[in-house]
């Protein structure tokens, strides 16, 4: 199950001794050499290697459980939402690396319908009845098929409506412009990182605020 588990971690343990402490890939026999070769196989320099795992980025620390899927010799593969947290690059990487795969099978959730277009070539529907039915083929290709899914690709949708209740106002604030949080002059570094990722953040927000 190949998801961004690691997102939580707040370890900082190598990245390198993070992947080759998991006793699912001990127990395949890995060696740390081979650990090494995985992970540099998905994109790590020798300094990404060295960094905490804690330190990197979300699209990075996807890398690792690849890597770390590839390394317990996984048959079947079940990605959710893969794409989260990677930019254009890893996303054109992980369709790539999952394009690759000839002897295993990958089944993924996905909100980025061009992703699935690009990977499926099979799309299994929650159908009217409650069952499932696979249909062959990418998402476009279902979509001809089943004319009703098209609102698959849209953000509007003919069958479905939500209705948001009106927010009132807090205990002690009378005005929907008075702010209710503030921030001024915030920076943010990374565990392990000497460079802060931002700096200088103020901001406020009120109830009459869109975030």
Same mark, same amino acid.
């Given at each position: ?7 939580? *971690?707040?370890?900082?343990?190598? =990245? ?12 395949? @026999?890995?060696? $740390?050499?081979?650990? =090494?070769? #995985?992970?540099?196989? =998905? +994109?790590? %320099?020798?300094? /990404? ?9 979300? +699209? ?8 770390? !899927?590839? /390394?317990?010799? !996984? ?15 890893? #996303? ?7 394009? *690759?795969? %000839?002897?295993?099978?990958?089944? &993924?959730? *996905?909100?980025?319908? +061009? ?8 799309? %299994? ?14 998402? *476009?290709?279902?979509?001809? #098929? ?9 953000? !509007? ?25 503030? &921030? ?7 565990? @392990?990182?000497?460079?802060?990722? #931002? ?10 605020? $869109?975030?």
């Amino acid at each position: 199950y190949v998801e961004h588990d690691i997102q939580g *971690s707040d370890t900082n343990t190598p =990245v390198t001794d993070f992947v080759f402490a998991d006793e699912r890939v001990s127990d395949q @026999g890995q060696t $740390r050499e081979e650990v =090494v070769r #995985v992970l540099q196989s =998905v +994109g790590f %320099t020798d300094e /990404l290697l060295n960094k905490p795992i804690s330190a990197l980025s979300g +699209g990075w620390k996807m890398k690792v459980a690849l890597a770390r !899927a590839m /390394l317990m010799k !996984a048959d079947i593969l079940l990605l959710d939402e893969p794409t989260n947290h990677l930019d254009v690059k890893n #996303v054109a990487w992980l369709e790539g690396y999952l394009n *690759s795969l %000839t002897e295993v099978t990958s089944m &993924m959730v *996905s909100h980025d319908s +061009g992703f699935l277009d690009r990977v499926c070539t099979h799309i %299994t529907h929650f159908e009217k009845n409650r069952k499932l039915k696979t249909y062959r083929g990418n998402l *476009s290709h279902f979509v001809q #098929v089943r004319p009703e899914a098209k609102v698959y690709y849209e953000l !509007a949708s003919e069958t479905l409506t939500f209705t948001l209740p009106e927010p009132g106002f807090l205990e002690g604030v009378k005005s929907k412009g008075k702010a209710i949080l503030k &921030m001024q002059g915030v920076s943010f570094t990374y565990p @392990g990182n000497t460079v802060p990722t #931002v700096t200088g953040v103020t901001l406020q927000a009120s109830l009459s605020s $869109r975030v």
